[in-house]
């Protein structure tokens, strides 16, 4: 009987070396399967867009590429280049959908019910945050990423990561940060730049009021147009992001209200296209408004990123500062300069070359752990494996 | 520098003297550009005098940065209003644009840079009207002219921001070309300024530019300081004399003679007279 046991455990071992090898091998040969799941949203939103960057960045790297999506009817996101959304998408309910030891999942922080129903899944799985409103929305009061198995977190500024350690604690994650890449299509205009504004906010309410402000304290500007960025149609709908670029650039600010982001985007693509943001604080100041000193501790603001307030109803008043200056043709050149210098730290290549940094780690983990695995006796990983279950 | 500036001086005295001088310091104050226009300025034989000394002074004044070599002086014998001034004037051009200021106005600072840029950029455009700040003699701005065809809902759901439309310019007349840079080709192929319209003879040659395919964009920047209140201007002298009917008759034949390129005759029997009941 004993004997019989031994076999049944040798053979059990062996399979489970096999398994290990099989995927091993797979990622040696660029097999294995990165999943990054994407909420759906056909309107614009920056944090769907980087999902689909890492996604090809990872594609880029040579290994396979699978975009999770709710429905199984999910059209990809329009106002996003094709060359970012050209890949397998899949529906996370799909029978076809499998996943090994040697793939890795990435999952945003709005889905904290996929990093729960994932938590028994063999993969890899990566919380990838960039609003930490998203991410508390999600969370049931009490709970965090780790109590669903998830500890490896890619975020996307410094600020972000001290914001989740001070509420989630410093040990129980490893949290990797890097810089967001704005296109190259976000450039200045070669053309003389017209009286136009752009607006974009999250609340059409704080947007409304805040054009309606402006029009009654400077009735001379009345012929002063708003632009809304949307497209001319009937009804007006989202723009592709290379068409936002191309309207953005021509006009000569841009008004930006949106108290819960975590990041910022928006300010960043009018810098470089030379558009003056006129900006209201939001609760996290965005990271490049932060001057960090080599420990990388914070020391002061930024200057000269465009025209930042932290009260609302100051707005209208700044608005109409930047407008008389524009009309007199007296914004300086330094205050470009400036802009320049702050947006060209997110470049899309810069971006991608810290992504490939940290995904080329994910997977240089793994494969170590598998190296480590076939290298150690049986018995040992057996040992290991029982004790890792215990404390779970 | 593809720009010359027109001059129209009618007469002579110390206070024009001294716009005068606020007129050249303007354009010597220009930054952004390697070069600076070649002034052409229109005169009556009367003053011929006045205007050489003039010239002279401002040579001493500025000496290698706007030399006697900058000045045209044109002396006009022949009818001394605005528009004759200013075609005669243009007959000097040597440019491909030109430009009118009047003698008590100013170029802002930046006026010829952002001209420059803008013809490079738009070279279908043949007019370009400079967004005018009136100011009152105490030098305060008082409102802006020209901009509303920044307005969408001036230049309606098919026109495009920034250039004048016909349909637009029946409605609204209050649009002046006193800063605007002109295709010196196109303003004599529409038939120039005509000196038979009195009151809206800028607004004519707008409707009829239009009516001839000429493009016209406002320069979305303040380029020239027009003083509103000088009692003596033309358009002064026009507001002080011209009773509303007449006013309304001159917009109504501009809106006729914008069709024709010929400086007609303009019956003005037709004015009614006001009275007063």
């Known amino acids: 009987m004993s004997e019989e046991l031994n076999i049944a455990t040798k053979q059990a071992d062996s399979e489970k070396i096999e398994k290990v090898?099989?995927?091993?091998?797979?990622?040696?040969?660029?097999?294995?399967?990165?999943?990054?799941?994407?909420?759906?949203?056909?309107?614009?939103?920056?944090?769907?867009?980087?999902?689909?960057?890492?996604?090809?960045?990872?594609?880029?790297?040579?290994?396979?590429v699978t975009i999770l999506v709710e429905k199984g009817d999910y059209v990809a996101p329009k106002w996003i280049e094709k060359e970012l959304t050209q890949h397998e998408h899949l529906s996370l309910t799909d029978p076809k959908l499998m996943v090994g030891p040697e793939d890795v999942m990435i999952i945003p922080e709005i889905y904290s019910n996929v990093m729960e129903q994932t938590?028994?899944?063999?993969?890899?799985?990566?919380?990838?945050?960039?609003?930490?409103?998203?991410?508390?929305?999600?969370?049931?009061?009490?709970?965090?990423?780790?109590?669903?198995?998830?500890?490896?977190?890619?975020t996307t500024s410094q600020s972000l990561k001290e914001l989740f350690e001070t509420f989630y604690g410093e040990t129980k994650y490893k949290i990797q940060t890097y810089n967001i890449g704005i296109p190259d299509y976000f450039e200045k205009s070669d053309k003389p730049q017209k009286p136009i504004i752009?607006?974009?906010?999250?609340?059409?309410?704080?947007?409304?009021?805040?054009?309606?402000?402006?029009?009654?304290?400077?009735?001379?500007?009345?012929?002063?147009?708003?632009?809304?960025?949307?497209?001319?149609?009937?009804?007006p709908q989202s723009m592709r992001r290379v068409d936002f670029a191309k309207r953005l650039k021509g006009n000569f600010a841009a008004v930006w209200i949106d108290r819960i982001s975590s990041f910022g985007t928006f300010p960043l693509e009018c810098m470089k296209s030379g558009v003056v943001p006129i900006c209201f604080k939001p609760d996290i100041i965005p990271e490049y408004l932060i001057e960090r000193d080599e420990k990388g501790v914070a020391k002061k603001m930024v200057e000269g990123a465009g025209v930042w307030t932290d009260n609302y109803y100051e707005l209208p008043v700044l608005m109409n500062d930047v407008l008389v200056k524009f009309l007199d043709d007296s914004i300086l050149p330094t205050l470009y300069e400036s802009m320049?210098?702050?947006?060209?730290?997110?470049t899309q290549e810069d971006s991608e070359k810290q992504l490939v940094e940290i995904y080329q780690g994910f997977i240089n983990q793994r494969t170590s752990l598998f190296e480590q695995a076939l290298t150690t006796p049986a018995e040992e990983v057996n040992e290991v494996e029982k004790n890792n279950k215990k404390e779970k | 520098m593809n720009i010359s500036v027109i001059i129209p001086v009618h007469k002579y005295d110390d206070k024009i003297s001294t716009y005068?001088?606020?007129?050249?310091?303007?354009?010597?104050?220009?930054?952004g550009v390697t070069e600076l226009p070649q002034v052409i300025i229109v005169y009556p034989p009367d003053i011929e005098k006045e205007i050489i000394g003039f010239r002279d002074s401002q040579v001493r004044k500025y000496g290698d940065k706007f030399s006697e070599a900058k000045y045209t002086l044109v002396k006009n014998e022949d009818k001394t209003d605005?528009?004759?001034?200013?075609?005669?004037?243009?007959?000097?051009?040597?440019?491909?644009?030109?430009?009118?200021?009047?003698?008590?106005?100013?170029?802002s600072t930046t006026y010829f840079k952002n001209v420059e840029q803008h013809i490079n950029t738009y070279q279908d455009v043949d007019i370009f009207l400079s967004m005018i700040i009136e100011v009152n003699d105490k030098n305060e701005g008082m409102k802006l002219t020209n901009e509303t065809v920044w307005a969408q809902q001036f230049v309606g759901e098919n026109g495009e921001m920034g250039y004048l439309n016909a349909k637009s310019l029946q409605q609204y007349t209050d649009f002046k070309l006193s800063g605007a840079v002109i295709k010196k080709s196109e303003f004599e192929n529409i038939g120039k300024y005509k000196s038979n319209i009195k009151l809206s003879f800028m607004y004519e040659l707008l409707l009829r530019a239009l009516n001839n395919a000429c493009k016209i964009y406002?320069?979305?920047?303040?380029?020239?300081?027009?003083?509103?209140?000088?009692?003596?201007?033309?358009?002064?002298?026009?507001?002080?004399?011209?009773?509303?009917?007449?006013?309304?008759?001159?917009?109504?034949?501009?809106?006729?003679?914008?069709?024709?390129?010929?400086?007609?005759?303009?019956?003005?029997?037709?004015?009614?007279?006001?009275?007063?009941?």
């Open chain 2, 20 to 31: 005068l001088n606020s007129v050249i310091e303007s354009i010597t104050k220009n930054v």
């Open chain 1, 119 to 154: 938590k028994n899944l063999p993969c890899v799985r990566i919380g990838f945050l960039q609003s930490v409103d998203y991410m508390t929305n999600s969370l049931i009061p009490g709970t965090d990423w780790a109590s669903f198995g998830i500890h490896d977190i890619i």
């Open chain 1, 340 to 346: 320049n210098n702050v947006a060209s730290k997110y």
């Open chain 1, 21 to 64: 090898k099989l995927s091993l091998d797979k990622i040696k040969n660029k097999e294995s399967k990165f999943l990054f799941c994407v909420p759906e949203s056909q309107s614009p939103s920056a944090s769907v867009y980087e999902i689909y960057f890492h996604a090809t960045v990872v594609k880029n790297m040579g290994y396979n």
């Open chain 2, 218 to 277: 406002t320069i979305p920047k303040i380029g020239y300081k027009h003083l509103a209140t000088r009692p003596d201007s033309l358009f002064g002298e026009y507001s002080k004399s011209m009773s509303m009917n007449e006013r309304k008759f001159w917009f109504d034949t501009a809106k006729n003679e914008a069709n024709f390129i010929n400086d007609r005759v303009i019956d003005t029997s037709r004015i009614t007279k006001q009275i007063v009941t």
């Open chain 1, 198 to 235: 752009s607006i974009i906010g999250r609340n059409p309410n704080e947007i409304s009021k805040f054009v309606k402000l402006f029009f009654s304290k400077y009735p001379q500007y009345s012929w002063v147009t708003f632009d809304p960025m949307l497209t001319k149609s009937k009804p």
């Open chain 2, 82 to 107: 605005y528009q004759s001034q200013v075609n005669l004037g243009v007959e000097y051009v040597s440019t491909d644009y030109f430009s009118v200021i009047e003698f008590d106005d100013e170029f």
